[in-house]
């Protein structure tokens, strides 16, 4: 793999973060969230049309996604487009302040917006609460992903398996691992998990279960922090991007948006994308003419307002995508 060429598409002195992409109907789509920093009561989502990959324009920005309780605000987060035959959702949740200005993490929602054909939107439709569907796929004519909730304190975030027939309604199938963000991919025998997990020392694992769905098993450990996980299948081989963090002491300029080649249970590095600090969320489309695109956020090439101060979720990003050739 290598990288083309490389157009920072959003650069405002706002905290632009979390991305996905897709190429839907002959045209290129990019949803962010853009705040004040990393988590805040400030947070709107961006959605972005391009018609080549590398020259965008804003479709819309929404400020709420979802109805608070009076005195409150919510900050959206994560978005994930799924790009159906004829229809684009968005995928997302939102997590809401109180009036102390503190996060409410039991009390988030996770939402969908539907478009037939990416201009025109639904309001968002509320599909859980207090679980982030991570991602969802469309899998032999059925919606599944692997959503994560946290537990009653002080136990940690746990990874369902959940399924629906319409994206709508969801149900889970059972507990994968105890984690948080995970990327879930059909085997033809069942799924495989990339699970970010966060007990020391925080390292990856592939979690894999049959066609019954209710047997999880830990194939794997890959030794490396990876976080944010977002999976391209290239001509049959799975592609792994992500943001790699450095062992202890984690120093923010140390951590790199990177593409691993998964090799059965290992992930092998084949490229780093420029990036440091709060880096990564990634999403891709694959282009007609058979290149890659790879749309993330990093803090690279930002004027930092404060750089003796490691503390990366404060400060503001900036928004890239590359295009990278594949072999």
Not at 28 to 38: D, E, L, S, T, V
Not at 60 to 85: M, N, W
Request: glycine fraction near 8%.
């Amino acid at each position: 793999m290598n990288i083309q060429w490389i157009e920072k598409i959003a650069s405002d002195g706002k905290h632009n973060a979390f991305t996905t992409m897709t190429y839907f109907k002959g045209r290129y789509f990019i949803a962010f969230r853009r705040g004040g920093k990393h988590a805040d009561d400030q947070g709107t989502q961006v959605v972005m049309i391009s018609d080549n990959g590398r020259q965008w324009n804003i479709l819309h920005e929404k400020r709420e996604l979802i109805k608070v309780e009076p005195g409150q605000a919510t900050d959206y987060r994560d978005s994930a487009f799924l790009t159906l035959e004829d229809e684009l959702r968005i995928y997302s949740f939102s997590m809401p302040f109180d009036l102390s200005g503190e996060r409410l993490p039991r009390a988030l929602q996770s939402t969908v917006q539907i478009s037939r054909d990416g201009l025109a939107w639904s309001e968002p439709e509320v599909i859980s609460h207090g679980i982030v569907q991570w991602k969802p796929i469309f899998w032999k004519g059925e919606f599944w992903c692997a959503g994560y909730h946290k537990e009653p304190h002080p136990n940690p975030s746990v990874v369902e398996l959940y399924h629906s027939v319409d994206g709508l309604a969801w149900v889970s199938k059972g507990r994968i691992a105890v984690g948080n963000e995970t990327a879930l991919v059909p085997t033809g025998e069942g799924f495989r998990a990339f699970v970010r997990t966060k007990l020391a020392p925080g390292h990856m694992e592939i979690w894999e279960c049959g066609l019954d769905l209710s047997s999880w098993k830990r194939m794997a450990v890959i030794p490396k922090a990876i976080q944010a996980p977002q999976v391209q299948f290239i001509e049959g081989t799975c592609y792994l991007i992500g943001r790699d963090l450095e062992p202890e002491p984690r120093n923010s300029a140390l951590r790199r948006t990177k593409i691993w080649k998964i090799e059965g249970t290992e992930a092998v590095e084949v490229l780093e994308l420029p990036s440091c600090g709060d880096t990564s969320y990634a999403g891709t489309a694959l282009t007609p003419d058979g290149s890659l695109l790879v749309s993330y956020y990093s803090q690279h090439e930002i004027n930092d307002p404060n750089p003796s101060e490691d503390n990366p979720i404060s400060k503001p990003a900036d928004l890239f995508v590359a295009s990278i050739a594949y072999p």
